[in-house]
């Protein structure tokens, strides 16, 4: 087998091109090593860099608030998943469904549980009056007035309690 002395040294050219590159790259990983060691321990050149008008051109960063995100990335979805934007808005608005369902749900309930409360204290406003009635009859006014008259200020006193702490939480919300 015989060689041409033309692709031995095309050979050889190659040979030293991956030597190059080779230990181009040894080089350059080095060197990120050490750019990266002395950020770590000098975090004042980092906010330097970014200072400068050529660094903060090449770092970015995209943010959205929100439920969706921009047209644009919607797009971007679209071309790495088949139907990704169309899943997307379906899934934004599952989760709009839901949260509509838990919000009924949570003022119904409260709704509920006050108008049991309402409903409890004038059966036990009725009840204490029906007693106190009874013992008046008997002679007894004087227990059948501290009868009522617990029973009003306990009344008077959940109710202004209940305003009290409706007006602390609704200043308290932002």
């Known amino acids: 087998m015989e060689r041409h002395p033309e692709e031995?040294?095309?050979?050889?050219?190659?040979?030293?091109?991956?030597?190059?590159?080779?230990?181009?790259?040894?080089?350059?990983?080095?060197?990120?090593?050490?750019?990266?060691?002395?950020?770590?321990?000098?975090?004042?050149l980092v906010e330097r860099l970014l200072d400068r008008p050529k660094v903060m051109a090449i770092v970015s960063r995209t943010a959205f608030r929100g439920p969706l995100p921009p047209p644009a990335m919607l797009r971007e979805y679209n071309d790495i998943i088949p139907n990704g934007a169309e899943r997307i808005m379906a899934m934004?608005?599952?989760?709009?469904?839901?949260?509509?369902?838990?919000?009924?749900?949570?003022?119904?309930?409260?709704?509920?549980?006050?108008?049991?409360?309402?409903?409890?204290?004038?059966?036990?406003?009725?009840?204490?009056?029906?007693?106190?009635?009874y013992f008046a009859g008997?002679?007894?006014?004087?227990?059948?007035?501290?009868l009522i008259t617990i029973d009003l200020i306990g009344l008077a006193s959940v109710f202004a309690i209940g305003r009290i702490t409706k007006t602390n939480s609704d200043e308290e919300a932002p």
């Open 8 to 44: 031995e040294i095309r050979n050889s050219h190659l040979q030293e091109a991956e030597e190059a590159e080779a230990e181009a790259e040894a080089e350059a990983t080095e060197l990120v090593s050490k750019i990266e060691s002395e950020l770590v321990e000098n975090p004042i």
């Open 92 to 133: 934004s608005e599952k989760e709009q469904g839901h949260r509509h369902t838990v919000t009924k749900t949570a003022v119904g309930g409260s709704v509920q549980k006050d108008k049991r409360g309402q409903w409890m204290a004038y059966s036990i406003t009725l009840i204490i009056l029906a007693i106190a009635t």
């Open 138 to 146: 008997k002679g007894q006014t004087v227990f059948a007035g501290t």
